[in-house]
């Protein structure tokens, strides 16, 4: 299984950064693409992805891998923190 996990948010308003992995502990996922309103970025090859210009709120953050199916996790951004619901996992 796939993990979206390790969601964190920057010292700045409105970005929200991270990193996807292979299951709790599995290697970090390089391509993965990680969307929020409408936003994309495409994790390197550590997995790490960051969004900027995100507005506050509530936001649904979806991860897709190939072979994978599409994983949601429920964050609330404000102005320099982050709320995190419990990370899904992409199954095959």
Same mark, same amino acid.
């Given at each position: *299984? #796939?993990?979206?996990?390790?969601?964190?948010?920057?010292?700045? *308003?409105?970005?929200?950064?991270?990193? +996807?992995?292979?299951?709790?502990?599995?290697?970090?996922?390089?391509?993965?693409?990680? &969307?929020?309103?409408?936003?994309?970025?495409?994790?390197? &090859?550590?997995?790490?992805?960051?969004? !900027?210009?995100?507005? %506050?709120?509530?936001? !649904? #953050?979806?991860?897709?891998? #190939?072979?994978? &199916? /599409?994983?949601?996790?429920? +964050?609330?951004?404000?102005?320099?923190? #982050?709320?995190?619901? /419990? %990370? %899904?996992?992409?199954?095959?």
């Amino acid at each position: *299984a #796939v993990s979206a996990t390790d969601v964190v948010v920057t010292g700045e *308003a409105g970005t929200l950064s991270g990193q +996807v992995r292979e299951g709790a502990g599995g290697v970090y996922l390089a391509g993965a693409v990680v &969307r929020v309103d409408g936003r994309q970025a495409v994790t390197d &090859r550590e997995g790490r992805f960051r969004l !900027t210009g995100l507005s %506050p709120g509530r936001k !649904t #953050v979806t991860v897709d891998f #190939v072979g994978y &199916r /599409p994983a949601e996790l429920s +964050v609330e951004l404000g102005a320099a923190a #982050v709320m995190i619901a /419990p %990370p %899904p996992s992409l199954r095959t």
